[in-house]
């Protein structure tokens, strides 16, 4: 069992590796016992599926010790036997995009510190031609832009690749915008030009599709009766925010401070962390802002930057309606991202003491100014 078990936990190489600590799931749920405290597992894979469902990532929250390698690990299956318990619309869905997403965050910065043509992980990070295999893209995708025939087409960008078109449709089918359509892009002898951050943004996909492969999973009832707990004690988090809201103004002057000091900064060009930046988005998506809005609070100017941004706020929200709630004010405290809490902050809001969610902070000053 090695950390990149543990950061990438929907590897065939991690199943492996789940299999052999031969620790059967039903041991783990008993293993608390009743007054003991739960396994460090199951406790790690309630909050995998919470922050996935409410904060769109399945990281550790910032400053949380890491529960170990082995814990990490078999917090995943626990997650999806949770999931697929839940009683929650969307709750798969959702699911399977925040382990993608996290997935994405963290093989993006690994491909930056390996060489591509690295064969095997390292210090718990993986490769880029590692997840082509892993992926069965190995074939299908051309890291020199040429396509398999050798062909150079690469007039945009200098670091394009190319997919084969099968893999193309397979992965990017379920993506919306015009730019993912294929008679949009560069085509050729059956191979798709890319730009590398679109590679990346594929092959999240391919992660997702494969965290939602088999979910829901049929759940004994062995195992079903002893996370009885656990499943409660999700629904409870799910119910205390509305997911369907539906707020239809865009106010900022009604923002709560800690959404209005997330537009103040990026506004000011600071690189917002990726939590933080979700905080902004969801909670923008949630009210309702146009991309024209979107660009402005965030600052946004280069057609890459509001490409990024519109594909982030599509990922957020649906057609439906439902939507990944913004984080609550707990997880924005935990964050460090709520001014009101911070000890070294002077902003002071009377509101923030009546509710317990930016969403609820901003329906209740529109409800106000009305
Ligand atoms: S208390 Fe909640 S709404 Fe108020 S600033 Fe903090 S996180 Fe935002």
């Not at 599926?49 to 078999?74: I, K, M, Y």
Request: charged share 30%; aromatic share 6%; glycine share 6%.
């Amino acid at each position: 069992m090695d950390a990149v078990h543990a950061n990438y936990p929907f590897l065939d190489a991690s199943r492996e590796a789940v299999r052999e600590a031969d620790l059967g799931l039903a041991e783990l749920v008993t293993a608390g016992g009743s007054g003991d405290a739960r396994h460090p597992a199951v406790e790690r894979g309630v909050q995998r599926v919470e922050r996935a469902l409410l904060d769109g990532s399945v990281d550790l929250p910032e400053g949380q010790r890491h529960p170990g390698v082995q814990a990490e690990l078999l917090s995943y299956p626990v997650a999806r036997v949770l999931v697929s318990l839940l009683d929650a619309p969307g709750a798969i869905d959702k699911y399977a995009t925040a382990e993608a997403r996290t997935a994405h965050e963290r093989f993006v910065a690994d491909f930056e510190t390996l060489d591509d043509d690295a064969r095997a992980p390292d210090d718990g990070k993986v490769p880029l031609r590692y997840v082509l295999r892993e992926f069965d893209l190995a074939d299908r995708v051309d890291l020199s832009g040429r396509g398999g025939d050798g062909r150079d087409d690469r007039t945009e960008r200098d670091d394009g690749v190319a997919m084969a078109v099968t893999a193309y449709l397979r992965l990017a089918s379920g993506f919306e915008g015009e730019r993912w359509r294929l008679v949009t892009r560069a085509l050729a002898d059956g191979w798709v030009s890319l730009a590398r951050e679109e590679l990346h943004e594929l092959l999240r996909e391919a992660v997702r599709q494969r965290v939602a492969d088999g979910l829901p999973t049929r759940v004994p009832e062995q195992i079903a009766a002893g996370l009885t707990d656990e499943v409660a004690e999700l629904e409870d988090a799910f119910s205390e925010i509305d997911v369907t809201r539906d707020i239809d103004v865009l106010a900022p002057e009604r923002f709560p401070p800690c959404a209005s000091g997330l537009v103040e900064r990026a506004q000011s060009g600071a690189d917002l962390p990726p939590h933080a930046e979700f905080a902004l988005v969801s909670f923008l998506a949630s009210a309702n802002a146009d991309d024209e809005q979107l660009a402005a609070l965030t600052g946004a100017e280069t057609e890459a930057e509001l490409r990024a941004l519109r594909y982030r706020a599509e990922r957020v929200s649906d057609e439906s309606g439902a939507q990944y709630a913004p984080p609550s004010c707990a997880t924005m405290q935990a964050y460090g991202e709520c001014p009101v809490a911070d000890e070294d902050s002077s902003i002071e809001d009377p509101r923030c003491e009546t509710i317990s969610h930016p969403l609820t902070y901003y329906e209740d000053a529109l409800a106000d100014a009305e």
